[in-house]
């Protein structure tokens, strides 16, 4: 039998219910569990996989099975998320982009160019990091990554991260609540700088709008090519 958390919020709950799916059909109940953490981001997979370890240390399944069923999970839950954005594409997205408020259609642009020159390593370390690991599969999709690069560099990356997480429930067991604390601040400050981040980029981008809306409204209609036309006598 899988351990619960002892947290009685949604989310715990959630984790419970989640992390039940082990009990009833096995490793495949923990890739099913770790797939829904890529399309639910909120959902840790930091919860997720070390009860996998424990399962399979007390005789539930095969840690090899841990192992494989999770990463597979992992990669089912990146390609749902890089079909998405394959179905958004570039164009659909630059118009969702010029509705919102504080985005301009060339951010799109930048983004989309700066993946074209980053992404295989956004995609390999971003299964690392909490969230990211989600929504990079996303633009992923927009700019069209060869999905057998995307598949390959998500595998990698999510093998990793999956079999680090299941060994330290392996190895720790019953302990692993001990651990889970500094890895649930870990995990905060994260998300923390990530919110802060988002929060000073859209302060940027409103003062460089209100900057944008002075100028034109100091230059004003005014402001453009208004020569004379000199007077001929006509003679």
């Given at each position: 039998m899988t351990t619960s958390t002892t947290d009685t919020s949604w989310l715990g709950s959630l984790i419970d219910a989640v992390i039940s799916l082990?009990?009833?059909?096995?490793?495949?109940?923990?890739?099913?569990?770790?797939?829904?953490?890529?399309?639910?981001p909120p959902l840790p997979s930091?919860?997720?996989?070390?009860?996998?370890?424990?399962?399979?240390?007390?005789?539930?399944?095969?840690?090899?099975?841990?192992v494989v069923w999770t990463t597979?999970?992992?990669?089912?839950?990146?390609?749902a998320l890089y079909g998405l954005g394959?179905?958004?594409?570039?164009?659909?997205?630059?118009?969702?982009?010029?509705?919102?408020?504080?985005v301009d259609?060339?951010?799109?642009?930048?983004?989309?160019?700066?993946?074209?020159?980053?992404?295989?390593?956004?995609?390999?370390?971003?299964?690392?990091?909490p969230i990211f690991?989600?929504?990079?599969?996303?633009?992923?999709?927009?700019?069209?990554m060869p999905l057998w690069r995307f598949g390959a560099?998500?595998?990698?990356?999510?093998?990793?991260w999956n079999t680090a997480f299941i060994l330290c429930g392996w190895f720790l067991g019953s302990g692993w609540h001990i651990v889970e604390q500094y890895v649930d601040v870990a995990q905060n400050v994260v998300i923390v700088v990530v919110a802060v981040t988002i929060v000073a980029l859209a302060a940027i981008r409103i003062r460089s709008l209100r900057a944008k809306r002075s100028g034109d409204s100091a230059s004003g209609p005014g402001d453009t090519a208004t020569d004379e036309v000199p007077v001929t006598s006509g003679r």
């Open positions: 082990m009990d009833i059909i096995g490793p495949v109940g923990a890739g099913v569990a770790i797939a829904l953490e890529n399309l639910f930091e919860a997720i996989l070390p009860m996998a370890g424990i399962a399979a240390h007390d005789g539930a399944f095969g840690l090899w099975e841990a597979l999970g992992s990669l089912v839950g990146a390609l394959a179905w958004l594409g570039l164009e659909r997205l630059r118009r969702i982009a010029d509705r919102l408020p504080l259609v060339s951010d799109v642009d930048r983004t989309v160019a700066w993946f074209h020159r980053h992404g295989g390593k956004a995609v390999f370390f971003g299964r690392f990091i690991r989600s929504l990079i599969s996303i633009p992923a999709g927009v700019a069209r560099l998500t595998t990698a990356g999510s093998l990793i």
